[in-house]
């Protein structure tokens, strides 16, 4: 039974404090350059440089999973700490750090698209597959896929002027992939103030094979059970066109080949269409991290790219934020990490509380200042130092906070932990080309 009592080691007791010691530096998030190299590479095998502090440059564990959510007004330098994170993750170079393992990334992205797309700005993340020219050495993602909304044809235009060398392919879901919420989703019925009696049929078709069971939706059999309804002309007609936008989203000959997920790769999916709103494109996001996550990669990067465009007041985004509720609190299980880049803190609250790495930029907002208080120790760093501080910082500094984060030792050799300290970090310059200059008049 003495075998089971938990370890009650003392000051005196220095395996025990040495244990204790390498195992929270193993699972921090953050961690100075003093504690970095004075542990040994078994302890921390891969890591990244994220930024310097005053007193230290701070290095990301890449080794381990973790969450971070990351906010600022445009312009302030969410975009680059969130490329800067996804470098040290992705590409292995003496530059960022030690990375033995590359994980693949799959980053959600959704923008209004209109006309011919001109005005049209891509996914930041797509630039990861070109070198900084500032630097000799040709460092940049392995592979960048862009996955597309089939009924968007010209989004691929923008992406491969501005990124030559990526690979634009159309998102279509396998059938095998289907569920009443994404039928209901991708037919537009939810969209309906009063359901009419063809869609009500169809609606308790769906739940009659959802009785059933199965691991997926069978089409096939869907169709086949739709044709025996006796509907009349006008009620088939308007069937068919919402049959039609269903179809235009599905791989019904299996013409489309599943994304590899790959080490050192990204997957950017850009539902940017004007035939897609933000439910739809939360409701795609969905099935792709569904699909993400099952895949066989190891190490895995989730990423959501300008969250408070498609992250709003829809059903399928409190889906989606649900998602990644379960995936954050379960991220050890999944291997995942998970990066949330937005402007607006105020719709992903919840999300915060749980993030290991919380990244605040420049904003002026008394609103998103009251959201992040309380969540984070935002109101007492620095000698009270508030709301106008964080409007005063400058492009590319943030105030990071990370309580698990493991910033130095004390006097008495113990260590000095996160709890309670909103860090100020320059973050460091990307090794890849800069998707997020601003456009100047000269």
Known sequence: MDLLLPDMTG?????????????DIRHAPLLSEDILLE???????????????????IFVNTNI????????????????TTACLMENALIPSPHLGQLQNPLSALVFSYSPFSGDGADFNISEAAFLSAANPAFRTQTHA???????SPSNPRISLPYRRKVPNVTVLPSKIKPRNLDIETMLTLMAVNDSDEIPLYLAEVTKILRELARKGGSG?????????LQKCRFNPAQKNMLKLRLDLLESFLDLNGSCPEPLYSPGEITIMDMSCPFVDANTACILFKIG???YLHSETAGKMVVLDEAHKYML?????KALNERLHTIIRMQRHYGARVIISTQEPTLLTDLIALCSITVVHRFSSPEWFAALQKHIPIAGFERGESLKNIEALRTGTALVYSGNAVLGK??????????????RVSVRKSVTADGGISVTAV
Not at 40 to 57: A, R
Not at 313 to 317: E, I, L, N
């Open 11 to 23: 000051d005196g007791d220095t395996n025990g404090r040495n244990d204790d010691w390498n195992a």
């Open 39 to 57: 542990a040994h590479k078994d302890i921390l095998p891969q890591y990244g440089f994220l930024g310097v502090n005053q007193k230290s440059k």
């Open 65 to 80: 999973p973790f969450s971070a959510f990351i906010c600022g007004v445009q312009g302030s330098g969410k975009s680059h």
């Open 142 to 148: 392995k592979k960048v896929t862009v996955l597309v």
């Open 217 to 225: 939706l069978d089409y096939t059999l869907f169709k086949r059970m």
């Open 289 to 291: 991290l569904q699909r």
């Open 313 to 317: 007041k829809v059903p399928s985004a």
């Open 410 to 423: 004390n006097e008495d050799g113990s260590l000095v932990k996160g709890v309670g300290k909103m860090l």
